[in-house]
């Protein structure tokens, strides 16, 4: 799962050669070997370096702040999507549909490397969610629309329809 | 453009609406048609219409690139019901200003207003076209197209800006046996004199 993610993240960095990947324990934890250094472990470790190798730091965000709350979501994504269990998954949900009420990227008004990997992790949940409840997290539907729809972003993940005309408005007309 | 009036809760509304499930105005990234909508806003939206804002904001912290943004694809928004009130100077400039620099031809321009009316038998329209030169041959061209149930009336040269002129010819047309779709169509088939086509006003009698 982490390495298709990893040759898509490629794919969208336009980077020519795609690495070797191995996985390492349980978790299936991807590895970079590298021919310089050590091995690199883990998602976000190897999702950073790829981005550097590219050239597109500016995928990790521009001001400190912004590369402050890059790494923050990049976090979120391994502790609380990858390890969380079902139960779990509504908490999440709610808590990135108030956190996207007022902004369009996860940065805030620049799309970086957090909303790709939040983008990867998002989409199992996002496609078993019922349409009712894609109408209750409003935000985050938005959000994965916008992003799904990026070019060069969508991979090895099938699309998710999302309504465009909403069904429980929750007002009458 | 299909907001209503930007300028009352209403139009914010129906935008904050419209917003709710859309990053952009027009596609997945930012356009013309945002900076259309941006400017017709005379300040940010109330907080209760957290979408609205969250576009807002997220629009001015462009600020300089907003000159870059693609030009806008389509003239009208679905499913949102037409008035012409957001029609202000900036826009018209902005789409005059992006005709002249891709094609240095006469433009003419009909602007469609779909109205109810549609079930009118007659109905009187009134099109607006803008054309730099050769206005005359244009005329020509536009007077030459016939078709039952359609009759050509007066034209006159109006001044936009720029040094361009649009062509306003007027035409009394059937609604049963002439749609404003053919007539459209019939006129930009012309495509050395024309690029494009917008009805101005469209009234029944």
């Known amino acids: ?173 | 453009m299909g907001f209503g009036d930007l300028r009352s809760s209403s139009g914010l509304k129906v935008l904050n609406e419209f917003l709710t499930e859309r990053s952009y105005v027009e596609g997945f990234v930012p356009s013309q048609a945002d900076v259309a909508v941006f400017d017709a806003l005379s300040a940010a939206p109330p907080a209760d219409l957290c979408h609205a804002l969250r576009w807002y904001n997220h629009i001015k912290s462009y600020s300089s690139q907003k000159s870059s943004f693609s030009p806008r694809l389509y003239h009208k928004f679905p499913n949102m019901q037409f008035s012409s009130s957001i029609t202000s100077p900036n826009i018209r400039e902005l789409r005059i200003l992006f005709m002249l620099f891709q094609e240095d031809e006469e433009a003419t321009r009909i602007k469609e207003e779909r109205l109810a009316a549609y079930a009118a038998k007659k109905s009187k329209t009134a099109v607006i076209a803008k054309s730099s030169i050769l206005l005359d041959k244009m005329e020509e061209c536009v007077r030459s197209i016939v078709m039952d149930g359609l009759v050509w009336g007066q034209s006159k040269l109006v001044p936009v800006g720029y040094g361009i002129k649009k062509l306003q010819i007027n035409c009394v047309v059937e609604d049963d046996k002439v749609g404003t779709d053919i007539l459209e169509e019939q006129i930009t088939a012309f495509e050395d004199l024309v690029q494009s086509v917008d009805v101005a006003a469209f009234n029944k009698i």
């Open chain 1, 1 to 173: 799962m982490a390495i298709r993610e990893l040759s898509s993240l490629e794919k969208y960095l336009g980077l020519k050669k795609p690495n070797k990947y191995t996985t390492q324990g349980d978790r299936k934890v991807p590895v970079l070997q590298n021919n310089n250094g050590p091995p690199l472990v883990g998602l976000v470790t190897v999702a950073c370096h790829l981005v550097k190798e590219s050239k597109r730091a500016e995928l990790l965000g521009s001001s400190a702040e912004s590369r402050a709350v890059v790494q923050q979501w990049l976090e979120y994504r391994v502790t609380k999507l990858d390890g969380g269990s079902k139960e779990d998954v509504r908490t999440i949900l709610k808590e990135l549909n108030t956190y996207l009420e007022d902004k369009v990227y996860l940065a805030g008004n620049q799309f970086t490397l957090a909303d790709i990997i939040l983008y990867y992790g998002t989409h199992s949940l996002i496609v078993d969610l019922s349409v009712q409840e894609r109408e209750q997290f409003l935000n985050v539907t938005r959000w994965f629309d916008h992003i799904q729809h990026m070019p060069g972003v969508r991979h090895h993940l099938p699309p998710v329809a999302v309504l465009r005309n909403r069904i429980y408005t929750g007002r009458h007309h």
